[in-house]
């Protein structure tokens, strides 16, 4: 036989109290500040992808341009522009530079400046690319 005194059921004691509301009302707040925080997160690299696709096609349109200006054996001082099919748009300015240098010599040089820009979000982006190439004087 069992004693009187034991109950079928433990009663709980004052140390075995779950959380209180206060505590876990506490918990979830801190909880979806963590959670906005990592989202922001989220946000914010997915605009630096785009932003850096953006640079890397500029890069890209840039290089190319550039590639067949100084594939041209007739470049001569002067400024062009022209527009992508997809909203890029590009400067190049070639200038004579260096004069005084090249005086006695059967060349002179050219330096190109080619610009490229592009409108995102409402705001104004550009890439610039800048060399220098030898070209025969023109008598």
Known sequence: MKPA?????PVLRNTDRGFTLLEVLVSLVLLSIALVAIFELFSANSRGLSKSDDYSHAVIVAESR???????????????????EDGYRINAVMSGTANDRTEGLKV??????????????????????RTLKMVNKQL
């Open 108 to 129: 002179r040089l050219l330096e190109i400046s080619l610009t490229v820009s592009w409108t995102k979000d409402s705001r104004e982006r550009t890439f610039n690319l």
């Open 5 to 9: 005194n034991l109950e079928i059921y």
């Open 66 to 84: 550039m590639r067949e200006i100084l594939a041209d054996d007739n470049l001569t001082e002067g400024a062009w522009e022209a527009a992508t």
